[in-house]
């Protein structure tokens, strides 16, 4: 062996192969970095210790707040909206912490309801017609941050305010099975179908029932067939905010809830000059009666009590047949049970005792004698029916106070807005 030979050098540039090294090295120190970024400290820590790798969660969202008048978003420039609206505001991926809305003009809150999760809120107290609401919200959202939102919403200025009355009024809380439900407008309502959405009718036990709009300001709601006895009706006019056209929007809310009494129909027939009496369906009397001349024939179909009056005048004059006309009269008639508009009653009538059950003299009334008149007087109320037929007269129109029931029910239907 040859002790003085050298080692033979290694090929290639050393300062090349430093080069090459600090690159790689440059290379890793990157992945590592943007693997770190995505899985996180601790996924990679634990990579590599040789454990499985966990994604780090996403940050939590900020919360977001929505405020609107019934479904319409409340921004800047909004258009004034109804007051019957339901005003409500809601919170994602957060909680409420306060709402407050004001009434702009007088400065006083409107008072809401928080609900239990504290994820929205509800006006529990009506917005008015005409005026303006700050509406100011803290929430606090998942990323721990609160969040403040303001906004101002102005609610509609009608031109005319429109009120509703009610038949039976809320006073007569009993009727009889004929009472229809008659809704009546102080103004002309154009948007029928709107207003006639606004109203709700229930009755206990639930019957079919609709709605047959007489004019523009005068709306009824009856059954298919005669209430039952002892049914309850609700009636709810929700008309506060909802517009009923040309401007026109419900001034209020309204509601009258109505009991039906037994059953009193009375069924008058002008070929046997005799009238039965039925009470829940059973005959309980008959009577002797005269009903109207061949001249002034009594009006055919169903009659609803609407009125009566211990004692009154009868004048034809009431109806175009004046003094000094062939068949005036003018008169006091005891024990009165009006049964239309146009003047005929039930009522004593001794003056043709001797044709009750024999011959039809009357102007249109149904003539009973004084001791029936009061049998019938004492029985018969507000809402019970009396039903004529082979009179030889007309049909009662159905717009005469409540010729309801003369109204075929496919007809009935038909009248609906709806």
């Known amino acids: 062996m040859n002790r003085g030979a050298r080692a033979p050098r290694p090929t290639g540039d050393p300062h090349r192969l430093g080069s090459a090294v600090l690159g790689v090295a440059t ?36 919360a977001v707040v929505t405020v609107l ?23 994602q991926h957060g909680v409420l912490q306060a709402v407050q809305v004001t009434d702009a003009k007088t400065g006083r809150p409107v008072a809401g309801t928080l609900s239990p999760d504290a994820a929205s809120w509800r006006n529990s107290a009506p917005l008015s017609y005409g005026d303006t609401y700050q509406v100011a919200v803290t929430a606090v959202g998942a990323d721990g941050q609160p969040v403040q939102q303001s906004s101002t ?25 004929g009472q229809p439900l008659v809704v009546r407008f ?66 209020e809310n309204r509601a009258v809830t109505v009991h039906v009494h037994d059953s009193w129909v009375a069924k008058a027939d ?17 009577m002797a ?14 009659h609803v009590v609407s009125d009566k009056k211990p004692t009154m005048i009868m004048d034809s004059c009431t109806y175009g047949v004046c003094e000094g006309d062939p068949g005036y009269y003018k008169e006091k008639v005891d024990l009165d049970v009006r ?28 003539n009973l004698s004084p001791a029936n008149a009061r049998w019938f007087f004492d029985h018969f109320n507000l809402g019970d029916v009396v039903e004529i037929t082979n009179s030889g007269g007309p049909k009662l ?15 009935w239907q038909a009248g609906s807005a709806t």
Not at 73 to 85: H, K, L, R
Not at 289 to 302: K, Q, R, T
Not at 346 to 351: G, I
């Open 270 to 286: 002008g070929h046997a000059k005799t009238m039965q009496i039925f009470h829940n369906g059973a005959v309980v009397k008959s």
């Open 339 to 366: 049964i239309s508009a146009d003047g005929e009653f039930v009522h004593s009538a001794p003056w043709s005792v001797g044709q009750q059950g024999s011959s039809n003299v009357s102007h249109g009334c149904v």
């Open 153 to 177: 919403l102005s609610t509609i200025r009608p031109a005319v305010l429109t009120a509703v009355s009610f038949r039976p009024t809320p006073s007569m809380t009993s009727v009889g099975v």
């Open 69 to 91: 008048a019934g479904t319409v978003p409340i921004q800047p420039g909004a258009a004034p909206v109804s007051p019957g609206a339901p005003l409500s505001v809601a919170v």
């Open 27 to 62: 290379a890793l120190v990157a992945v590592l970095a943007l693997i770190t970024a995505t899985w996180g400290p601790a996924s990679v820590s634990r990579a590599l210790a040789g454990g499985p790798s966990v994604p780090s969660a996403p940050p939590p969202p900020a």
């Open 186 to 251: 102080n103004h002309p309502v154009t948007d029928k179908a709107a207003a006639e959405k606004a109203l709700a009718v229930t009755s206990t036990p639930a019957q079919p029932g609709g709605w047959f709009w007489m004019s523009a300001n005068e709306a009824h709601y009856r059954a298919q067939s005669y209430w039952q006895p002892g049914s309850t009706l609700q009636l709810n006019a929700n008309l506060f905010g909802v517009n009923l056209g040309k401007g026109a929007f419900g001034q």
């Open 289 to 302: 009666i005269s009903l109207g001349s061949a001249d002034h024939p009594s009006h055919i179909g169903p």
């Open 397 to 411: 129109p159905v717009w005469d106070t409540y010729g309801d029931w003369e109204v075929p029910w496919s007809q």
